[in-house]
């Protein structure tokens, strides 16, 4: 409930109030909420209290807005936490979502410069070029592509790699995965991005960079994927 007395803007109060209703299920994702009058009469404060809540809340991505038609909830965002090596289908199993993916190319091609330096390999050098989408419960999360050392990935075929790469590498070829490092930047999304993450080209996507390594230190991957700033979000925590 809204209280009147409490020092915390009544504005806060609200955007909190939708947020536990969204959180809890009672507000559900594509639901239209109720009008900002409504939600004045209801709590009995002005419409421009009510007008800067939502407007938060939309900008906070909680929240949307159709022109014309009325406010509505938001699909929430998958969080994921910038620490630990786990691969998208285990994130995704992890926060109840069925994890999948779609073959766009697979290909043996010429590592080139840039992907050879970053697998510390020969230009020459042959790699696998996977570029896939990644889907939860259906719904595209992110486009990704990842080149690999084709000496590496031998018996690695089109089928198998619809499933989780990393649970190949590490159960069928005997291989540990130690760790990686990351690069992440916020990029407008290309016509090309924008069409598999089925989003508007130009929409707001979270760019990751990221070169893994075996225990032996060798580089096993270099891959790029494009995350919906819509659907995801990075979080991390810091001690002093």
Known sequence: ?????????????????????????????????????EFAERYEISRMTVRQALTNL???????????????????????VLQGLT??????????FTPSSKILSYE?????????GKLNIPSTSTVLKIERIRLADGVPMALETAYMPSSLTKGLDEEQAKDSIYHYVEEELQLKIDEARQELEAIAASKHEAKYLQIKEGSP??????????????PFEYVKSSFRADRYRFYNLLKR
Not at 71 to 80: E, G, I, L, R
């Open 58 to 80: 939309v900008n906070e991505g909680f929240l949307y807005r159709k022109k014309g038609t009325g406010t509505f909830v938001s699909k929430q965002k998958v969080s994921q």
């Open 1 to 37: 409930m809204i209280d009147k007395k409490s020092p915390v803007p009544i504005y806060h109060q609200l955007e909190e109030l939708i947020k536990t209703q969204i959180e809890t299920g009672l507000l559900k994702p594509d639901q239209a909420i109720p009008s900002e009058r």
């Open 108 to 116: 043996h091609v010429p590592a080139g410069k840039l992907v050879a």
């Open 87 to 96: 691969s998208f289908s285990e994130h995704m199993l992890e926060r109840g």
């Open 205 to 218: 996507v979270l760019r990751i960079m990221q070169v893994t390594y075996l225990t032996n230190g060798e």
